[in-house]
């Protein structure tokens, strides 16, 4: 059974820059589609961004596409969310989860999430 251990939230300043990292267990993760979503306090749960399973497509919320980037090392069943220039706004509990198949796929697994602060 698929098991995915997100990490690298931390509090940062603005301007400041984190990678996040999901670590898949159980389970090929080349087999799955991962997608990074994030909740702030407040407010309902957004998908940041998705990548496909051999990492050849990925999807973004368009107000993030210039400062975060995600990537995927199957051979150690990895995929990263690299954030730069971090605004408050991104303040939030970032979480990865595994789709089946393509970035539409149904989710079928979660990571318990890391959170992210931005603040000076």
């Known amino acids: 059974q698929l098991q995915l251990t997100d990490s690298g939230g931390d509090l940062v300043q603005p301007g400041g820059s984190l990678r996040l990292s999901c670590v898949a267990s159980?389970?090929?993760?080349?087999?799955?589609?991962v997608a990074w979503f994030r909740q702030a306090p407040g407010k309902e749960r957004e998908e940041v961004a998705c990548i496909y399973s051999n990492g050849d497509r990925v999807n973004f919320l368009l107000s993030l596409k210039d400062r975060f980037t995600i990537s995927r090392n199957n051979a150690i069943g990895t995929v990263y969310l690299q954030m730069n220039n971090l605004k408050p706004e991104d303040t939030a509990h970032y979480s990865c989860a595994a789709r089946s198949s393509s970035c539409s796929g149904p989710l079928i697994g979660w990571g318990k999430g890391t959170l992210v602060t931005v603040s000076s």
């Open positions: 159980g389970d090929t993760l080349y087999l799955y589609s």
